[in-house]
């Protein structure tokens, strides 16, 4: 599993552990522009032949079909097997099976722009309702809910939920707050089920003939 920074890879482990999903690695890339780089210093590194599957986790930003194409550009650069879509599994002889989760995911109907923070705002809000509307309030206050990129808008609410909650540290990293002795991010809330699906199934999905995640699931009844 590779993620765009620290804070995915907290994520990524720390919703495993909590859903007691296994067998899974977890790495980041330090920004969606360096997976080609990573994947093509990881092929050149002995233990290489035993990865059998990666899932590269990325953020929709301010255009899904932008951030997308970027990762397929890295890919094909570098040889690796290109999907065509997110969640769709590519296979290439001699390489893992690769697949893209965008986040968030599921993408909201009305908008699909946003980020992994996008994701944690139902969960961080559902654990600490009281600080949440005061944070509300803050961001229409000071003109946060007109800023043109979502993602920033976003990033800037969970920073504020942490900082409204986390006395100790208002400063806190988002890395660090998904501890359950935190309660700042209840890892068992129901947002981040769908996510948990595709970790808890991904060596399965990976390992079949069946291109799609929802065609997958489809025909195993998951």
């Not at 590194?45 to 301010?62: A, G, R, T, V, Y």
């Not at 980020?115 to 961001?139: D, F, G, K, R, Y």
């Not at 808890?200 to 699931?217: G, K, L, P, T």
Request: net charge negative; with cysteine; aromatic share 10%.
């Amino acid at each position: 599993m590779l993620g765009e920074g620290a804070r995915d890879t907290a994520f990524l482990e720390n919703l495993c552990r909590n859903r007691q999903i296994e067998g899974l690695c977890f790495a980041c890339v330090q920004g969606n522009h360096r997976f080609g780089t990573y994947l093509s210093g990881m092929y050149a590194q002995p233990h290489f032949e035993k990865c059998e599957s990666i899932l590269l986790m990325s953020d929709n930003d301010e255009s899904a079909e932008q951030s997308f194409a970027l990762i397929k550009r890295q890919l094909k650069e570098i040889d690796f097997p290109v999907p065509a879509y997110p969640l769709e599994m590519a296979h290439k002889q001699g390489y893992p099976s690769l697949a893209v989760l965008m986040l968030p995911y599921p993408t909201p109907i009305h908008d699909e722009r946003g980020c992994l923070e996008t994701l944690l705002i139902p969960a961080m809000e559902s654990a600490n309702p009281t600080q949440a509307a005061c944070v509300n309030q803050l961001l229409n206050c000071v003109g946060v809910t007109a800023w043109p990129k979502m993602g920033s808008q976003h990033k800037m609410k969970v920073r504020c939920l942490i900082s409204s909650v986390w006395a100790d540290d208002p400063m806190h990293g988002l890395q660090y707050c998904f501890s359950p002795d935190k309660n700042l991010i209840p890892l068992g809330h129901h947002a981040f089920d769908h996510v948990a699906l595709i970790l808890r199934h991904f060596q399965a999905w990976s390992s079949s003939a069946i291109r799609s995640w929802d065609e997958w699931r489809t025909a195993n009844r998951v």
